[in-house]
């Protein structure tokens, strides 16, 4: 594999850290926790996004693109940092809003929508029920037909080619796991459109790593998820030309923190964000 053979621009402050939370490792009685610091990635908020937005971008760059077009839930990190790498690139952003989530505040203006909004780009509402990513092609070909020359990125930027900054992610972790003497026994991932697990997972495989990667469901049963990770993970390894097999058992998803349903939150996932906020800093800051 040679990773250097895609068209990649820069978008992402690389590397990012790996930081030990030592005070919630404690607090925890064990293990030792570290957190790869992707929402450090530098592009408008950051997060795991914009590793695959620089191979992305770069596609729809070398394909003459002008005008991207994504989807994405009312609070998606992926629109919002699809649409950063546009402005950034002087591209225009036309993407839709699924109305995933309902509710009564102002969940649907605040946050990443105050963002995309801020940033200028034009956004397209639909119901959920249908294929996102079908109604946005949809959108894609409107727009094409109107003149524009669009380039259509999938939910959460999860295709062969964006899964490509999760295999890079994975040498990163080694390569830093290896500067600080670190074993690492396990990597846990927030998946959803599968492409940080299945990234990482050809990642490993290629560098010839067992260590484990588990993703924590955010919108399917752990059954339906490990499929897809599957299915990306062997598409990606193909595209990527990683010789080394990626063996279906290697895959594990766990469907059982998302409850009640994707974007709403339960008292274990406040609690546990509570704790996060409260227990991250150095056992000895002096
Ligand atoms: C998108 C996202 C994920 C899931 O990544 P996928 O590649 O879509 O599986 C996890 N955490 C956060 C904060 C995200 O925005």
């Known amino acids: 594999m040679d990773l250097a053979s895609f068209p990649r621009i820069q978008l992402?402050?690389?590397?990012?850290?790996?930081?030990?939370?030592?005070?919630?490792?404690?607090?925890?009685?064990?293990?030792?926790i570290y957190v790869k610091r992707d929402d450090c990635a530098g592009l408008a908020g950051g997060g795991n996004k914009t590793r695959k937005l620089e191979f992305l971008m770069a596609d729809a760059l070398e394909q003459g693109a002008d005008t991207i077009v994504t989807v994405g839930a009312t609070q998606?990190?992926?629109v919002r940092q699809t649409i950063a790498a546009t402005v950034k690139l002087g591209l225009q952003a036309e993407v839709l809003l699924e109305t995933a989530v309902v509710r009564d505040d102002d969940y649907?203006?605040?946050?990443?929508?105050?963002?995309?909004?801020?940033?200028?780009?034009?956004?397209?509402?639909?119901?959920?029920?249908?294929?996102?990513?079908?109604?946005?092609?949809?959108?894609?070909?409107?727009?094409?037909?109107?003149?524009?020359?669009?380039?259509?990125?999938?939910?959460?930027?999860?295709?062969?080619?964006?899964?490509?900054?999760?295999?890079?992610?994975?040498?990163?972790?080694?390569?830093?796991?290896?500067?600080m003497g670190l074993g690492v026994d396990a990597i846990v991932v927030a998946s959803g459109s599968q492409g940080t697990q299945a990234g990482l997972l050809v990642g490993l495989a290629n560098a010839g790593s067992e260590i484990p990667v588990y993703g924590i469901c955010v919108s399917r049963s752990g059954a339906e998820l490990e499929e897809l990770v599957f299915e990306l993970?062997?598409?990606?390894?193909?595209?990527?030309?990683?010789?080394?097999?990626?063996?279906?058992?290697?895959?594990?998803?766990?469907?059982?923190?998302?409850?009640?349903?994707?974007?709403?939150?339960?008292?274990?996932?406040?609690?546990?964000?509570?704790?996060?906020a409260r227990r991250v800093r150095p056992v000895n800051p002096l």
């Open 12 to 32: 992402a402050h690389l590397p990012t850290p790996l930081e030990p939370l030592e005070a919630l490792s404690r607090h925890l009685g064990g293990p030792d």
């Open 76 to 78: 998606s990190n992926h």
């Open 108 to 179: 649907a203006g605040n946050g990443n929508v105050l963002l995309d909004n801020l940033m200028g780009a034009t956004i397209h509402h639909c119901e959920p029920g249908e294929n996102l990513d079908v109604q946005g092609h949809a959108l894609a070909d409107e727009l094409a037909s109107d003149g524009a020359n669009t380039y259509f990125i999938p939910t959460g930027g999860s295709n062969v080619i964006g899964a490509l900054g999760y295999v890079d992610c994975a040498d990163e972790i080694l390569g830093q796991a290896g500067e």
């Open 233 to 276: 993970a062997k598409k990606t390894a193909d595209f990527a030309g990683v010789t080394a097999p990626i063996l279906p058992g290697s895959v594990m998803c766990d469907g059982g923190y998302y409850a009640p349903g994707y974007g709403q939150p339960n008292d274990g996932m406040i609690k546990a964000v509570t704790l996060c």
